[in-house]
């Protein structure tokens, strides 16, 4: 049982490709080939700050009236 698979090659969706075969990379656009990722969900520096003294002074808590 040997099947045969066709595969069909379709351009990514989005800004500039680069051929690495034959193009030479466009430093002056490098931006736009290149993606930032960026979480939406990760939590500023002051909410990991507040989270962090806040477990200390919950187990503190903990500690002295357990």
Same mark, same amino acid.
């Given at each position: 049982m +040997? +099947? $045969?698979?066709?595969? +069909? *090659?379709?351009? #990514?969706?989005?800004g500039y490709t680069v051929d690495m075969d034959s193009e030479r990379l466009d430093c002056e656009h490098i931006d736009e080939i290149t993606e930032r990722w960026i979480d939406p969900n990760r939590p500023s520096f002051v909410t990991v700050l507040l989270r962090f003294?806040?477990? *200390?002074?919950? $187990?503190?808590?903990? #500690? *002295?009236? #357990?």
């Open positions: +040997e +099947e $045969d698979f066709q595969f +069909e *090659i379709t351009k #990514a969706p989005g003294f806040g477990n *200390i002074f919950v $187990d503190c808590f903990r #500690a *002295i009236f #357990a």
